[in-house]
């Protein structure tokens, strides 16, 4: 009940700050064609989903995130449990990692651009690469966390390596795992938006900064609340998902520490 | 060496299931086992007994073949054991880092008879086989259980039915029980030495408890400090079937277990 409270209040806030939001603009505290109404800005919103702008942008803007943040997926994990089993391919990639990962990603965006040119590819690309760390470290940490006894339980049932790792190295450093994986998609709908607006013709990004382009100012910030609510679900979606998938994770947890 | 009253026929009929032959072990500089031959009857409860740190679970890892010997040899059926023989399976002491926390008990159970050493053994054990396993070990209420919702005890049960659904011939038992309350201890020794009869087991059995090893054994291996030789080997000529009250009070049991303190902690501090 007293969370339930809480929430009412946390949304208490939010309603509050639309409504002097609107209140700014109806009792003309603030004067400007760049600040328009809520309720100016709703409408935008309601009208770009009616008439698909936003399936369409948004679409194009989920396709290029979901290749490139599957292509990083996919690698890091790979590599990650390589690197956490292996100490030999930690020792020769470790540096290289060290090296590459606090690179800022718009840093490396025109590097991109001059071998990928401007289009789809690129963008795939600077969502991977970005979304590529992450993944990475926390699996390398998840790895070299498994208990040896585990491993070595593994082996007196006469697991190969490779079993071992499906059947035991995975499974017990998934939540590991999918913490990166969490980080990792917030920083790929950024990289996401934000290549859309240095580059190319399609795409949430590549939306709100034409609608600015062209004074479109309602559809702008509307574009805005839509990427919020994107970016709200796609978080949600995720600990939805990464619950399920540990729920024996949390009381594991509570008994064992 | 005289056996107990239940000892089984087939006991001396064939060569030694386990052969441990001039077996010695150093990790780097240090010696921890010095020179050690002994070997294991098919069928027969043999203990390692000694000090804390004496390098009992180093022996025990070598019979199972997670670690390699630096000289000497061990063979199970005869064949040099390289790595963990089916056939063989091994409880460790750690129940809570063994019981895999994703899966429940029943999936726990499940693994060992999916495994490859049980698919090596004849048809793997069904799932109504693994729930069989855990009636066995007084754990069928508790199938969809995590591992982690159990106590102590009932978690070391679940660590050893999904052994024994791998279909072993010997069991490896790394101080099983001694992380566990002395009636919980109590009651798990009783069900390992009836799951030892039913399943006509082979068991090699670490321990640093004078009285447990007593208790379960037909023969204790009795190891110095580190670096480890055999100090003797006592046959325990105490009959089956055997009483958490009347055996430990009787007599064979209470000089036996006076001999082997002397043994194990040291003439001068026996008195």
């Not at chain 1, 209140?23 to 809520?38: E, F, H, I, M, Y």
């Not at chain 1, 991109?112 to 789809?120: Q, R, S, T």
């Not at chain 1, 071992?164 to 969490?182: C, H």
Request: net charge neutral; charged share 15%.
């Amino acid at each position: 009940m007293k969370n339930f409270s809480e929430r009412v209040s946390g949304f208490a806030v939010l309603v509050g700050l639309l409504l002097i939001w609107e209140l700014s603009v109806q009792l003309k505290w603030v004067v400007t064609p760049t600040w328009p109404s809520v309720s100016t800005v709703l409408l935008a919103f309601w009208q770009s989903i009616v008439d698909g702008t936003y399936l369409k942008e948004f679409g194009s803007s989920l396709e290029r995130l979901a290749i490139g943040y599957l292509i990083a997926t996919a690698c890091a994990i790979g590599i990650g449990v390589a690197m956490g089993v292996w100490r030999r391919m930690y020792m020769l990639f470790e540096p290289l990692v060290e090296l590459l990962r606090p690179i800022p990603s718009p840093a490396y965006l025109p590097i991109a651009i001059l071998f990928l040119g401007i289009d789809n590819a690129m963008k795939v690309f600077m969502v991977a690469f970005a979304s590529f760390f992450p993944i990475l470290l926390n699996t390398v940490a998840g790895v070299r966390s498994v208990d040896p006894v585990l491993l070595d339980t593994g082996r007196t049932f006469g697991l190969n390596r490779a079993q071992i790792i499906w059947r035991i190295v995975l499974p017990a450093s998934a939540s590991y795992i999918l913490t990166g994986m969490r980080i990792s998609l917030a920083i790929a709908l950024i990289v996401t938006v934000i290549a859309e607006m240095v580059a190319g013709n399609s795409g949430i990004g590549f939306y709100i900064l034409s609608a600015q382009r062209s004074f479109q100012v309602p559809e702008m910030y509307a574009g805005v609340i839509a990427l919020a609510l994107l970016g709200f679900a796609l978080n949600k979606g995720f600990i939805a998902i990464e619950s399920r998938a540990l729920n024996w994770h949390e009381g594991w947890n509570a008994t064992s520490t | 060496m005289t056996l107990g009253v239940e000892a089984r026929p087939s006991a001396a009929q064939d060569g030694p299931e386990i052969a441990v032959d001039g077996v010695a072990k150093a990790f780097g500089d240090f010696t921890a086992i010095q020179e050690i031959a002994f070997e294991v009857p098919r069928g027969r409860f043999v203990t390692l007994l000694g000090p804390s740190g004496c390098g009992k679970s180093t022996i025990l890892r070598m019979l199972a073949g997670l670690i390699a010997p630096t000289r000497g040899t061990v063979s199970f059926k005869g064949d040099r054991v390289a790595e963990p023989p089916s056939g063989m399976v091994y409880v460790f002491q750690q129940y809570t880092k063994s019981l895999f926390p994703w899966l429940t008990v029943l999936g726990n159970v499940e693994f060992g008879a999916s495994s490859p050493h049980a698919a090596r053994r004849g048809q793997p054990a069904t799932r109504q086989e693994c729930m069989e396993t855990l009636r066995l070990v007084g754990l069928d209420a508790h199938a969809k259980s995590y591992p982690w919702q159990l106590s102590g005890g009932m978690q070391q049960r679940v660590a050893i039915a999904r052994a024994l659904v791998a279909r072993p011939e010997v069991l490896l038992m790394d101080e099983p029980f001694s992380a566990l309350d002395a009636l919980t201890r109590e009651s798990l020794q009783d069900l390992i030495l009836r799951l030892w009869t039913e399943l006509r087991l082979t068991v090699v059995f670490v321990t640093h408890d004078i009285a447990e090893a007593i208790y379960l054994s037909d023969e204790i291996v009795v190891l110095s400090h580190a670096p480890s030789r055999i100090l003797e080997r006592v046959a325990v000529e105490i009959p089956r079937p055997r009483e958490q009250l009347a055996t430990r009070e009787s007599a064979p049991f209470l000089s036996l277990r006076r001999s082997l303190y002397k043994m194990v902690v040291g003439r001068e501090d026996a008195q």
